[in-house]
């Protein structure tokens, strides 16, 4: 597949929990076997309260470049997060931005103590539309509650990934690269939540 632009930046964000680093991680390393460079930078914020976290990852045919994504200039959107999503494009949109994004909202303190209010779903989804050239969304907290743990939440994100056909991502590659980062009691449910997640995604 031929890159959009050279580099093609990608933002995963979302908050600290949810496996945005691991993801950024899976999602590098299947690039690199599908033979690109791939530069990735990490911002955390007080991940371990549920504070920001944004993975950027930098994707070339063949240079590498610096490891953070200037302002304006994100080509692709992960969010794990729907107001973490909004953030990001606050900052890094333009107008070809593309934009995944989990419907899940996930509360800070100040939301759960009752000082400040997470503004209407369909308030901040509608919004994203509004800042993307193009939007899929899914269902992937839910889905993967149904697995029996949220932690598949990442990969679910990722199998829908896959299925906009906007980077080389396909099954097989990344069932090759989980089987080299991650343990492989899990391999099954891990693919199981990647399948799911291909099937889920919707273009609004």
């Known amino acids: 597949m031929i890159l959009a632009r050279d580099p093609f930046n990608v933002i ?7 496996g945005n680093v691991v993801a950024s991680q899976i999602l590098g390393q299947t690039l690199v076997n599908k033979g690109h460079v791939i530069t990735i930078g990490e ?16 994707v070339s045919a063949k240079n590498p470049w610096s490891p953070l994504i200037s302002e304006g200039q994100c080509d692709l959107l992960v969010s794990l997060e729907p107001v973490e999503g909004l953030r990001v494009l606050g900052y ?8 995944l994004t989990n419907t899940r909202p996930v509360f800070p303190m100040d939301v759960n103590s009752g000082e400040s209010a997470y ?9 994203i539309g509004q800042l993307s050239a ?7 907290t839910e889905i993967a509650l149904t697995m029996g743990d949220p932690i598949y939440s990442n990969m679910i994100m990722l199998g829908a990934l896959s299925a906009m056909g906007v980077l080389p991502i396909d099954r097989e590659g990344f069932e090759v ?11 099954g449910d891990n693919l199981k939540a990647f399948d799911t997640g291909a099937e889920a995604v919707k273009r609004l």
Do not use: C, D, F
Request: aromatic letters at 6%.
């Open 12 to 18: 995963i964000g979302g908050v600290g929990g949810q």
């Open 134 to 140: 193009a939007v899929w969304v899914v269902h992937a």
């Open 92 to 99: 890094y949109g333009n107008p070809r931005v593309i934009t």
């Open 119 to 127: 503004p209407e779903l369909s308030e901040v989804i509608s919004k």
């Open 177 to 187: 690269t989980i089987r080299e980062l991650l343990h492989s009691h899990r391999l």
């Open 43 to 58: 911002t955390y914020g007080a991940s371990q309260r549920g504070g920001a976290v944004m993975s950027h990852l930098r």
